[in-house]
């Protein structure tokens, strides 16, 4: 399934040759990854306790192969909070493998055919303001159903994950145009890796805010300050 979706993604950066202005390829995935919590929750009666359950199995069998002492109330509230974002992540999860899929294969096309091409297509990745929209009501949404495993609650991880997305794209751009040092790119980077989801929720309210303000406006390289 996820190669056929690949093919389809394809296909349409093939017809749509804009593809970095509408970002199509970027609602589409999101679209696609917003099925599985969909599907989930629509299979299962209760998605919390099923998580629950296959997490609890698998840590039950790793701590009889280990000799480790653990606290039993430790590993349960640890557990609920896992199975509460597990299939959150798993959307979330299925979003990145698209995009990523789909990236790398516009950067080995975009080398061998047209060099630099892939970036000046990543950053000037813009959200739309009636995709700007949506991400806001599914965010709401979530916040007024916050009871946790709600399927709200889950789009809300697909939603994160893309406008991150397009805000990393425009702090990509921000750094080419103004020239800023390249280690608070790599900050970023690395923060993602150590505290994703702060960083993601920055990236994304970044984003949808831009969709507004369109904050790209007052990149000015250093050369053109004063003219």
Same mark, same amino acid.
Request: proline share 2%; hydrophobic share 55%; charged share 15%.
């Given at each position: ?40 929750? /629509? #299979? ?6 099923? /998580? ?11 701590? =009889? ?21 597990? %299939? ?72 994160? %994950? ?12 921000? #750094?080419? =145009? ?33 969709? /507004? ?11 053109? =300050?004063?003219?």
């Amino acid at each position: 399934i996820g190669v056929l979706v690949c093919v389809a993604l394809i296909n349409i950066l093939r017809v749509k040759m804009q593809w970095h202005k509408e970002a199509i390829h970027t609602y589409i995935a999101a679209g696609m990854a917003c099925i599985v919590p969909i599907v989930i929750h /629509w #299979m299962l009666n209760d998605p919390v306790a099923w /998580w629950l359950e296959q997490l609890g199995n698998i840590f039950q069998q790793t701590l =009889k192969e280990s000799t480790l002492s653990t606290d039993s109330d430790d590993i349960e509230q640890m557990l609920n909070i896992l199975a509460s974002s597990m %299939t959150g992540m798993v959307a979330a999860a299925v979003f990145v493998s698209l995009i990523c899929s789909l990236f790398l294969g516009r950067w080995w096309q975009a080398t061998l055919y047209n060099p630099g091409g892939f970036r000046e297509e990543f950053v000037s990745l813009k959200m739309d303001r009636r995709v700007a929209i949506v991400a806001l009501i599914i965010i709401v949404l979530a916040m007024m159903f916050s009871h946790q495993g709600e399927l709200f609650s889950d789009l809300t991880f697909v939603v994160i %994950t893309g406008c991150g997305l397009f805000g990393l794209a425009m702090i990509h751009d921000w #750094m080419a =145009k103004t020239q800023v040092n390249t280690a608070w790119l790599v900050a970023i980077y690395i923060m993602l890796f150590i505290v994703a989801k702060p960083v993601m929720v920055l990236l994304a309210l970044i984003a949808i805010s831009d969709a /507004w303000m369109d904050y790209r406006r007052y990149f000015v390289k250093p050369d053109n =300050k004063d003219s």
